[in-house]
């Protein structure tokens, strides 16, 4: 059984929601190009440009283990004023950003955060007259590293004022600095990789711990509570009250991404996991000196059925594509899959060639009973070691599945796969 080292931390330390962050720094600057008949295509002149940004980006709700996100954009705005009157053009132009619910994931070991507003409002204002700037589907690629979030974007819009017709290039260089989050305090979080097991089944538990707030030493025990509902304790799981780590040091900005305590076949003896019903691993941090919980428990449920070998309908070799909604350099337009499928688990590779190279990715997953895919994500290799640099997901149905896909580089797409015969 692998367990943790307190000198295991890793890239960015996560923080805690609710949290804010401050925009002093941040820009969005503005080109307006006019089509004028008489004068021909002109450049309206903007002061200052860029311009200083007024509001905030707030994130309201966090899963620390995996950066999973969402919040809101609160008003992110510019306003620049005309510096030539070539046109009778006095109005000042306002640029403004607002998203009442933004989801996305912080990757904390690659520095990188992805966007993915439901709502993403952007708004050009000349004068009294407003236009709402499509971004349907938009995604904004980030860094955070050391409390600083950078988001960079750029935008296109083409309309007319006052009987002249214009196109406006808007860039968004959003600096922000995190000036408020909630207290912090050790947690630590389970999971299995999947939601239920039959004989022969390959279970897998992992778990993960952070603590934003000062450093402590705590105990941290483990316990598997079984179906006719004994609680056992790691590592005899028996019923003796004993921690899994004794005096841990548990320091401040530590952060264990999911790292895996257990790969058994089930059925198995230790931990005992030979009985057909539900199960439910748990762990806690204790106070040593006061035998207080310090944070909230954490819960992995499962079931096993150890009557029979559980079904896996969808194992075998699966080929497919994947489409890209942004084509760049970075983002190829099409991508050939293999997924190969054994006992529900995916392995295989995403990659716009036909054979793997430095440009593809490798993909790892399970398949839920539902065909829901669990834990989709995609790996690249930097440096000597495979690194998660996004995620997918989608449902299984018969000899065919479908889902979406996107990874810190700004790319996103759809992707479908086929079972081959």
Same mark, same amino acid.
């Given at each position: ?24 720094? =941040? +820009? ?10 008489? *004068?021909? !295509? ?10 200083? *940004? ?13 950066? *999973? ?14 510096? %030539? ?17 933004? =989801? &996305? ?8 955060? $992805? ?14 007259? =407003?236009?709402?700037? @499509? ?14 979030? %950078? ?18 290039? $808007? ?28 004989? &022969? ?12 707030? @000062? ?20 590592? %005899? ?10 005096? /841990? ?21 230790? @931990?005992?996991?030979? !009985? ?8 806690? /941090? ?54 190969? $499928? ?15 190279? #430095? ?22 290799? $930097?440096?000597?070691?495979?690194? @998660?640099? &996004? ?9 065919? #599945?479908?889902? +979406? ?17």
């Amino acid at each position: 059984m692998l367990f943790f080292s307190s000198g295991n931390t890793h890239a960015a330390t996560p923080f805690s929601a609710p949290a804010s962050f401050d925009l002093t720094g =941040s +820009t969005i600057e503005c080109s307006i190009h006019i089509d004028a008949n008489h *004068v021909g !295509n002109v450049d309206m002149g903007l002061s200052p440009n860029p311009a200083s *940004v007024t509001g905030a980006i707030n994130i309201t709700q966090m899963q620390k283990e995996t950066g *999973v996100f969402t919040g809101d954009f609160d008003n992110i705005s510019a306003t620049m004023q005309p510096t %030539a009157n070539l046109l009778g053009l006095t109005v000042p132009v306002t640029v403004a950003v607002n998203s009442d619910v933004v =989801s &996305g994931w912080f990757v904390w070991n690659q520095d990188a955060v $992805i966007f993915k507003p439901e709502s993403l409002n952007i708004t050009l204002t000349l004068g009294t007259q =407003s236009w709402d700037i @499509p971004t349907e589907g938009t995604y904004l690629p980030a860094t955070y590293s050391n409390g600083i979030l %950078a988001i960079e974007g750029e935008f296109e819009y083409a309309n007319s004022y006052l009987g002249h017709a214009f196109t406006a290039d $808007i860039g968004l260089h959003i600096t922000g600095t995190l000036n408020q989050q909630a207290a912090g305090i050790p947690w630590i979080k389970l999971k299995t990789n999947r939601n239920s097991y039959g004989q &022969g089944d390959s279970f897998k538990l992992y778990a993960s711990l952070g603590n934003e707030g @000062p450093a402590l030493t705590l105990d941290l025990y483990l316990a598997l509570l079984n179906p006719i509902g004994d609680l056992l304790f790691f590592p %005899a799981y028996d019923e003796s009250l004993t921690p899994a780590l004794k005096d /841990f040091e548990v320091p401040s900005g530590i952060f264990i991404p999911y790292t895996m305590l257990y790969d058994l076949t089930l059925p198995a003896l230790s @931990p005992p996991i030979d !009985n057909s019903g539900e199960f439910q691993f748990l762990a806690v /941090f204790v106070d040593p000196g006061t035998g207080s919980l310090v944070g909230e428990v954490a819960s992995a449920l499962f079931t096993y059925d150890g009557s029979t070998p559980c079904d896996h309908p969808y194992d075998g070799i699966w080929f497919g594509s994947g489409g890209s909604s942004v084509v760049t350099e970075d983002c190829p337009a099409l991508a050939s899959i293999r997924f190969d $499928i054994a006992k529900s688990v995916i392995t295989g590779f995403a990659d716009s060639e036909r054979e793997i190279d #430095a440009d593809g990715y490798e993909v790892t997953g399970t398949i839920n009973p539902d065909g829901t895919i669990a834990d989709g994500t995609l790996w690249e290799e $930097i440096g000597p070691d495979l690194n @998660p640099v &996004g995620y997918f997901n989608g449902t299984f149905s018969g000899n065919s #599945a479908s889902g +979406t896909w996107q990874d810190i580089y700004g790319c996103y797409g759809t992707l479908s796969v086929s079972k081959s015969e």
